[in-house]
Each structure stands twice: as C-alpha cells, then as structure tokens.
C-alpha cells in the first residue's frame, strides 16, 4: 500500500513540475449584437422590466408582496428603486401583499405582487377580486418543486395550471412565461403592458433555473421600447361615467379616485355590463362572464405570432414553454446538425395562445411537448387543439432537462 501512495504521489508531482500540459487558453468573442452588456439574474431583469413599464406608462410602481423561496430577490430590488418612485411594502402574508396591490391599482399605480407556487395557492381567491373589477394587476410567479412547500430552491414548471384554472368561478386571466434570465425583463415589461392596456390581472412565470441563473444582457434603450397606453380616464363625459364602457380591445375605463364625476363601485359581487353597479341579473352575469373571456382571447392579436426555430416542416416538432428553452434549442440544434429533420416551437404566450400555432404544429409528423412537470401544457394544447397527437417527455426532479436526455427522446421517437 505505501508503495502505491508513494508512486502515485511521484506521478502527481512529475505532472506538476514538469509543466508539459497546456494551461493557456483562448476564448473566442462571443457572437453577440453590439452594446454594453452586464451580467444580470432572472429576478433582477424581472425588476427592471416592471421599472421599465412603469416608465413607459407614466405611472408610478407599486409592489405589495410577502418574501418567499426563490422569488424574494425581485421584492428587494425594487425596494432599492426610490429613486424611480417605486414603493414596496413587505406585507404580513401573501393574501396582504396582493390585496395592497389591488388597492394600489384602483388608486391608480402600476400593481404588482411577487410569489412562488405555494404563495399562489393563497393568492387565488384575490386575484379573483382583480378579475371582477377588471383592475390591472401583474402577479409574478417564481415556480419552485412542489406540493405544499416542497423542494423551495429546486426548479419546476408545475403551477402552470394553478396559473391558468386556480381561482373559482369563471376567472380568466392573461398568462405569459419568460425563457432565459436577460427574458425576464423583456417579458415583466410584456405583462405590464398586456396588464394596463387590457385592464386584466397578468401572471407572469419564470422559475427558480432562470430566476436564480445568469448571462450577459444587453442593456436595452428605453427608446426602442413602445409606450404603454392605458384606458386612464380624466374627465367624466357629459352623458355620465359608466366605468364597465369598453374600448376597442374590451377594456373598460381606468378612473382613479378623488376626481369629481367619475365615482363609482368596486368589489367582489357581479357588476352591471355597463353602470358597474351591484347585479343579481342572469342575463347580465352570462353576458360579464362571456365579455371577460373574450377581453383575454382578444389580446391574441396584439401579441406577435407564434414562430418556430429551424425548418417549417419535418419529422419531429419540439414543443415547449418558459424556462427551458435553452436546453431545448441546444438539443434540437445539434441534432439538426447531424441531418435530423427537427424543429423548435417555443411558447412565451400561454393565455391566450398567439395565432399561427394551428399551422406550425400541422406540418410535422411528431409533436413532442417537453416540461418540468407531469403533462400540465400537454394537457392544455389537447383542450385548445384537438385534432393533433401529442408525445410527452416530462420530468420532476428539481432539475432541469440535460441535452443529452433530450436528444435520446427525440431519437427513440424519431427511429420508431
């Protein structure tokens, strides 16, 4: 035994001393649009995405949350942003931190709340106050192992269905998914559009893989970005205010308190389809129920169109949403290069889904949907579109996909 310490102690210090391996490396520059980049997180980007709509809509920031695994980073930095006129209130509970945050939309800021899978749960029954008095409002959800408190610094994509059916009662509400950290502005930005300029709660997924992970970010110019436009209303008309009135994309007024003319009532009971007073109607309550289902599709068009990465047609379609499409790019990529004919349909838009999706998934022979949980979007593109058959490679580790398992799927089905 002490015969082979010493010889492997020998060869170990034969290979140091004798400097005859490499040790100077070259890195090639990245190939990378022009700008001034910084190394940024998800939850940072997350932040700066709602300053950033804030901004673009002229209106104040406000975000009413509790701190919660992996999600708390967003409630801190904007607690740093005073200067931009941003206020944050570290609430007692979930159920406080999105009530302030309602309360703060109706008074006329841009309300946001911050939260993981569990802070959601609780989360549920408010957000349904939103809906009916159709007050904009961006829920972030940070995703993270689950049920219950499950696995809070492991990575998941299974409060998708929480985000799309989670309330009760007829409650439909706009959801999108960021994919990437640098995404995460992006996408914050997106959902304080969608949020304001459609008067409807927005919940935004990213998760605990993205929202804790790094890149290189290229700084953006506010300039680029488009002004948000919401249905701000100032002066009452002469006919009087009738605050459940909607425009071109079903939006009713935005009337902020403590101006004379346009008082009227908020809350939880069913609303007049047009004087927002308190209604038992039946007739009315179908035709409320229908006009809010309809404001969240409508919004379809004022999103862009689905695309697809790689070819428009061939053998194999990889579907995926939010975090993980990295992993899924690098797989399909590879695999292109070695003459398979795969492609890469990627979704951001969850509810309502972009126009176009129907044609991309009718020109491939297979379409396998990959994510971090048990079937959840599988499930939701067989209720939207029927008529395609749909593989599933799902995965509930706490981690995310690897290249290599990806592509070992995407071969077995390809070779059946």
Known sequence: AEANK????AGYNYAANTHQFANNYRVAPADLEKGTYRSINGNVATAWGLCAAAEKAGLPLFCGSYPITPATVILEELAKRKDLGVKTVQA???IAGICTAIGAAFAGNFAVTTTSGPGLSLKSEALGLAVMTELPLVVVDVQRGGPSTG???????SDLAQAL??????????VVAASSPSDCFHFAFEAGRLAMEHMTPVVLLSDGFIANGSEPWRIPQMKDYPAICPPIVDQAPEEGFMPYVRNEKLARGWAFPGKPGLEHRVGGLEKDCVKGCISHDPANHQKMVSTRAA???KAADYIPRQQVCGD???????VGWGGTRGHLQNAVDEMRREGRRVSLCHFNYICPLPHGVEEIFAKFRR???CELNEGQFAAY??????????EQFNKCEGLPFTVAELKQKFESLLNR
């Open 367 to 369: 379409i396998v949907v």
């Open 6 to 9: 010493l010889a492997i102690k």
């Open 92 to 94: 007692e509970d979930e």
């Open 295 to 297: 404001k969240v599709a």
């Open 381 to 390: 593109l067989r209720q939207q579109f029927q008529q395609f058959s749909y």
């Open 151 to 157: 696995l809070p610094t492991k990575t998941e994509q």
């Open 165 to 174: 059916y989670g309330r009760n009662g007829e409650c439909p509400v706009i």
């Open 312 to 318: 428009p047609e061939g053998d194999l379609l990889v």
